[in-house]
């Protein structure tokens, strides 16, 4: 069992920075890949960023790349999601997620956390 509780969201203008930090408890955390992911309402969830859980190895989407990246600390058992240069379509609840296996860019991971909401004003 692994348990992921988001914190860092909240309102900001166009091109704002926020960090959002992942704290996972239970299982060992490095033996997880982690990844972002982020939903809008009536919208599909949607990858944001992963890291690998041996390399350190970034993944991100087209469209967040150059302007976020993630990192984790297996030693705090945290991961991060440094966000800069906000738009306002960044606007989604965010959520990080733990998965026993390779990265994926599709929503199959293991573990959820409940999400974070991170609002962009033009």
């Known amino acids: 069992q692994v348990q992921l509780v988001e914190s860092g969201g909240g309102l900001v203008q166009a091109g704002g920075s926020l960090r959002l930090s992942c704290a996972a408890s239970?299982?060992?955390?490095?033996?997880?890949?982690m990844g972002w992911f982020r939903q809008a309402p009536g919208k599909a969830r949607q990858f944001v960023a992963a890291i690998t859980r041996s390399d350190d190895k970034t993944y991100y989407a087209d469209s967040v790349t150059g302007r976020f990246t993630i990192s984790r600390d297996n030693a705090k058992n945290t991961v991060y999601l440094q966000m800069n240069s906000l738009k306002p379509e960044d606007t989604a609840a965010y959520y990080c997620?733990?998965?026993?296996?390779?990265?994926?860019?599709?929503?199959?991971?293991?573990?959820w956390g409940q999400g974070t909401q991170v609002t962009v004003s033009s």
């Open positions: 997620a733990a998965r026993l296996g390779l990265v994926s860019t599709l929503p199959s991971y293991d573990y």
């Open positions: 239970g299982r060992p955390f490095s033996l997880y890949t």
